[in-house]
């Protein structure tokens, strides 16, 4: 299994920017599916953005397509989360997660799809 660590976290006005970042250890990287979930106080985890090993594929939840973008770098064991435009209502726990098995993204977003997880970090966004 990867070991996941996210930073980047913090607080933002609303309208504003902010990217995550997810380092993950172990030379296996670049064959791991990676996605982004997060989780708001007294809601259920839920999945926002995930990418192929290569990157050439991506997948959003409704909610944040056009305003986030997943991206990650092989070389540098990292997946990012850009995240644009942000309202209130993205305020939650970002968590990293990360998978080796093989399949289309789009159908593997829920929380058993990913075997490997961070210990997350925080995005609070003011009104």
């Known amino acids: 299994q990867a070991q996941l660590l996210e930073s980047g976290g913090g607080l933002v006005q609303a309208g504003g920017s902010l990217r995550i970042s997810c380092a993950a250890s172990?030379?296996?990287?670049?064959?791991?599916?990676m996605a982004w979930f997060r989780q708001a106080p007294g809601k259920e985890r839920e999945f926002v953005a995930g990418?192929?090993?290569?990157?050439?594929?991506?997948y959003y939840a409704d909610s944040v397509k056009g305003r986030f973008t997943i991206s990650r770098d092989n070389a540098k064991n990292t997946v990012y989360l850009q995240m644009n435009s942000l309202k209130p209502e993205d305020t939650a726990v970002y968590y990293c997660?990360?998978?080796?098995?093989?399949?289309?993204?789009?159908?593997?977003?829920?929380?058993?799809?990913?075997?490997?997880w961070g210990q997350g970090t925080q995005v609070t966004v003011s009104s």
């Open positions: 997660a990360a998978d080796p098995k093989i399949g289309l993204i789009a159908t593997m977003t829920r929380r058993t799809d990913f075997g490997s």
């Open positions: 172990g030379r296996a990287f670049s064959r791991y599916r």
């Open positions: 990418i192929s090993w290569s990157g050439g594929s991506t």
